[in-house]
Antibody, heavy 120, light 107 residues
Framework: QVQLVQSGAEVKKPGAAVKISCEAS????????IHWVRQGTGEGLEWMGV????????TYAQGFEGRVTMSRDTSTSTVYMELTSLTSDDAAVYYC?????????????WGLGTLVTVSS | DIQMTQFPSSLSASVGDRVNITCRAS??????LNWYQQKPGRAPNLLIY???TLQSGVPSRFSGSASGTDFTLTITSLQPEDSATYYC?????????FGQGTKLEIK
């Protein structure tokens, strides 16, 4: 079945960077975009950006431009999201999710999430 | 960016009730509206896509409709397991923005 398996929880100090992985299985990796969405504790869902695993092109949300980098490794069907210059506001669960659809699109499935804690 | 205004932010209903959750887009998004259910400690789960298409495996008591820039998620015959937070999302343009969420409590 289609699965997105994310890396484990991270604890980072303010100012550090975090890099989260998302390994896809059960489908053709290069055929579907992967998005990243985060959720602060008790908060809503925030879209961060998207990567095309085929060519590696990316689009980032304006609020993350300059701090986020999404990349992929087609040999391992893995997508990465790196966020730099972490602050307490970046403490959240980070989800990778596959985009499905043609003219109109939706997210399915979601990874289980990776908890990032930012603490000195 | 397209703003998605979702309401109510919370509601409480009884088993067997019917509830409506509405999402209003700040501009036209065609039918590019999706609904997700999220239970505590879990990732969101797709319920409805393209405004009214039920995802495989989702109970038929869930339905979606659209009228212009207003989109509604309806749950009929509420069940205890429907207690969750529900989010709408527009996929018309990036950034793919979400509504603020509706927390549904089953009395």
């Amino acid at each position: 079945q289609v699965q997105l398996v994310q890396s484990g929880a991270e604890v980072k100090k303010p100012g550090a960077a975090v890099k989260i992985s998302c390994e896809a299985s059960g489908y053709s990796f290069s055929s579907y975009y992967i998005h990243w969405v985060r959720q602060g504790t008790g908060e809503g869902l925030e879209w961060m950006g998207v990567i095309d695993p085929s060519g590696g092109s990316t689009t980032y949300a304006q609020g993350f431009e300059g701090r986020v980098t999404m990349s992929r490794d087609t040999s391992t069907s893995t997508v990465y999201m790196e966020l730099t210059s972490l602050t307490s506001d970046d403490a959240a669960v980070y989800y990778c999710v596959r985009e499905v659809g043609v003219r109109s699109n939706w997210f399915d499935p979601w990874g289980l999430g990776t908890l990032v804690t930012v603490s000195s | 960016d397209i703003q998605m205004t979702q309401f109510p932010s919370s509601l409480s209903a009884s088993v067997g009730d019917r509830v409506n959750i509405t999402c209003r887009a700040s501009q036209t998004i065609s039918m590019s509206l999706n609904w997700y259910q999220q239970k505590p400690g879990r990732a969101p789960n797709l319920l409805i896509y393209v405004a009214s298409t039920l995802q495989s495996g989702v109970p038929s008591r869930f339905s979606g409709s659209a009228s212009g820039t207003d989109f509604t998620l309806t749950i009929t015959s509420l069940q205890p397991e429907d207690s969750a937070t529900y989010y709408c999302q527009q996929s018309y343009n990036t950034p793919y923005t979400f509504g603020q969420g509706t927390k549904l409590e089953i009395k």
